[in-house]
Every structure is written in structure tokens, then in C-alpha cells.
């Protein structure tokens, strides 16, 4: 039988951390759900407030804090490139000092410390696809550097706590992510594509749209996290679904799904933007018995109806 654990997971009232306390309390877990509401929302877990298992709280994980629990999720941080550059100082304090009080928190406890890590760790890279043991072609003074090089410190510190403590870790290495609950505004690729196509106003490819990236269904990712969490594995694994697609493959595949009449109109490409990223998932597979099921079709058609509702 399943042992109903406490398990806090920060973030969580976020795109991924909302789709996690939901899942962790259909698991029958006890749920405390930690946020300053900077990118997240309390709608995205309103529908929880019901349930005598579940428990929100307003905090800034850059702050200490002293709760008793058995499991912690570290999601809290800004993902989306418009976001986490909006204050650039707060996303580094946000990865590093969040990371040092969730990491002292678990030390007290013995609590075990999942990291939600990221493929930026690897920056533009030079090794396709990328593989856990690439180390990544960075610029540390760029303006995407406050969110890569925050989430590269924190993965350090998570490791030198299991090194030096002795304390269980689990860090993922998670790649684009897509799902119902992301922020209408927060300027990540899908959610800019479906809300334009929606409106019929122009779809946004910045550069030519021959950079790649690979997208992973919020439902896949979060079947990931339990398996890692739950396993022997420190880390680091990457989750995302191996599916490499252009831009602009994207940019048709969203126009066609909602029978838009949207043009195309290009943009300068943000400065640092990665050229090429696709998840290497031999790790996963091997260690977590785990790969994506869902196919992007399916999962851009559940995206589109949760925005079509929404706008
Ligand atoms: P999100 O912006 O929807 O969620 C982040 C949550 O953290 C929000 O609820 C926000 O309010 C909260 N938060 C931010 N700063 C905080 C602070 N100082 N204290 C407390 N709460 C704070 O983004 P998401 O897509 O759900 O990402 C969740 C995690 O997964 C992040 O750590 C992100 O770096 C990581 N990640 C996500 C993706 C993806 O494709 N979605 C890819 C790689 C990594
Ligand atoms: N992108 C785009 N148009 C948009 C938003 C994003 O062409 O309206 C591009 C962006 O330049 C990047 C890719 O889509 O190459 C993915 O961007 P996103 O911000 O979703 O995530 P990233 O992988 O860059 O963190």
C-alpha cells in the first residue's frame, strides 16, 4: 500500500507546480503548496482549496522557512524568458537562496530535495542532442544568464549538500514543457502561438524559425518527477520528449489545429537564444523506465482548448 507522505512543493501554484500538487494528492499525499504568486496564480489551484489534504502558503522561498515535512519539490523560480528578465537580481536570489534555505530545510529534516533543474544549464549548445554529462556553452554575462547560471549554482549547492550531508537529492534537467495552466502572457513559444492563432492576429517567429527545441506534455513531465523522486537516482536526468521539431514546424502544426487564418511575421531573435535543443533521454529511460507518451498533436489540442476557454 502506498505510504501517504508530507510533501512540499514550491512553485506550486505555477504552470508545473500546480500539475504536480494535483498529482501528488491523487496519489493520497498530504500537499503544502509554497508561492509568492510572482508568475503563478491562485486560479491555477483554486480547485484544490476543497481538498482537506492540500494547503497553500505565501512565501518567498528566498526567505527561510520552518515547516515539518518528508519530501520537498523545489520549483519556484520564473521560467519563461520574459518573466525571469523582468527582475534579473530577484531570478538569481530566487534559484541560489531558494535553493540554500529548501536544501537547510531538508538537512533539519532528512527530508528528501528534488531540484527543478533545466536544459538552460546546457545554454546554446555544442553537443545534439544533449546528454547529461555535456557541461554546456554559456555566457555568464548574457541576459539570459540570471536564470541559467542561478539554476547551474543551485544544481552545485544540491550536490555538494549530498556530498558534504550526506543529503538525498534528486535533480531533472527538464526541457520545454507544455500544458493547460501556462501563463497567457508570459511570452513562452506555445502559448504566444495558440493565443495568436486564437485572435488571428500574426504569429511571431523570432529570427527565421529554423531554431529547434523538443516539447514535452505537462502530463509526461510530471510522471517523470514521481519516478525520479521515487528512485535511487540522485541525478542529474534529464525529462523532456526527444520529438525535435523547427519553429516555424510548430508555428503550422498550432495555425492548422485551430484552422487559423494567422500570417507568419519574423522577428529579431532575442540575443543567446539557443539554435538547437533536443533532450537526450537514454538516462530516463534506462534508470526511470520512463519516456513521454503523449504525441504533440494530442497535446496542443488540449493546450488549445484550455486557451480557448480562458480568452
Ligand atoms: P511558472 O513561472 O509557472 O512557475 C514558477 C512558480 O514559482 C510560480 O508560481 C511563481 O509565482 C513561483 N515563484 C517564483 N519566484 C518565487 C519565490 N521567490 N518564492 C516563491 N515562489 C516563487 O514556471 P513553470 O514552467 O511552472 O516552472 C516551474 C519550474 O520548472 C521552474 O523552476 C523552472 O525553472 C523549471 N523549468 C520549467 C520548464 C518549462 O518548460 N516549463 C523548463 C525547464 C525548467
Ligand atoms: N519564440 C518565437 N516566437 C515567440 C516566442 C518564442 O519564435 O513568440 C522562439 C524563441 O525565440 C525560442 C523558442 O521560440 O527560440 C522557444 O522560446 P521559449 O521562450 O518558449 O523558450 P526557450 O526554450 O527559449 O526558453
Known amino acids: 500500500m502506498l505510504k501517504s507522505k508530507r510533501v512540499m512543493v514550491t512553485g506550486g501554484a505555477g504552470f508545473l507546480g500546480s500539475h504536480l500538487c494535483e498529482r501528488l494528492l491523487a496519489e493520497g499525499h498530504d500537499v503544502l503548496c509554497i508561492d509568492n504568486y510572482f508568475t503563478g496564480r491562485k486560479a491555477n489551484i483554486a480547485h484544490l482549496f476543497s481538498n482537506p489534504l492540500f494547503e497553500a502558503m505565501r512565501h518567498d522561498v528566498t526567505f527561510p522557512l520552518y515547516v515539518e515535512v518528508d519530501e520537498i519539490y523545489n520549483l519556484a523560480c520564473p521560467a519563461s524568458p ?81 556530498r558534504q550531508h550526506n543529503l538525498q537529492i534528486r535533480v531533472a534537467r527538464i526541457f520545454n514543457t507544455y500544458g493547460p ?18 485572435e488571428g492576429k500574426d504569429i511571431t517567429l523570432y529570427g527565421d524559425g529554423s531554431q529547434t527545441r523538443a516539447f514535452c506534455y505537462v502530463s509526461d513531465l510530471i510522471e517523470g518527477f514521481l519516478r525520479l523522486m521515487a528512485s535511487e537516482h540522485v541525478g542529474p536526468i534529464n525529462l523532456g520528449n526527444p520529438q525535435e521539431m523547427t519553429i516555424r514546424e510548430l508555428a503550422e502544426a498550432i495555425i492548422r489545429l485551430t484552422d487559423s487564418k494567422s500570417k507568419l511575421v519574423f522577428k529579431p531573435l532575442p540575443q543567446d537564444d539557443p539554435t538547437r535543443r533536443c533532450p537526450d533521454i537514454t538516462k530516463a529511460r534506462k534508470l526511470l523506465g520512463w519516456e513521454p507518451k503523449v504525441d504533440l498533436e494530442d497535446g496542443l489540442k488540449e493546450t488549445i482548448a484550455y486557451f480557448r476557454k480562458l480568452i
Do not use: W
Not at 85 to 100: E, R
Not at 181 to 198: C, E, K, T, W, Y
Open 82 to 162: 520574459v518573466h525571469y528578465q523582468y527582475d534579473p537580481v530577484q531570478t538569481t536570489k530566487t534559484s541560489v537562496h531558494g535553493a540554500i534555505n529548501v536544501l537547510g530545510l531538508g538537512k533539519r529534516l532528512r527530508a528528501k530535495v528534488f531540484q527543478a533543474s533545466t536544459s538552460e544549464v546546457y545554454g546554446d549548445p555544442e553537443v545534439h542532442p544533449q546528454h547529461e554529462e555535456y557541461r554546456g556553452s554559456i555566457n555568464p554575462i548574457g541576459p539570459r544568464a540570471c536564470y541559467d547560471e542561478g539554476k547551474r549554482c543551485a544544481e552545485t549547492l544540491f550536490f555538494d549538500y549530498y
Open 181 to 198: 495552466r501556462m501563463h497567457p502572457n508570459d511570452g513562452r513559444v506555445v502559448s504566444n502561438f495558440i493565443i495568436q492563432a486564437l
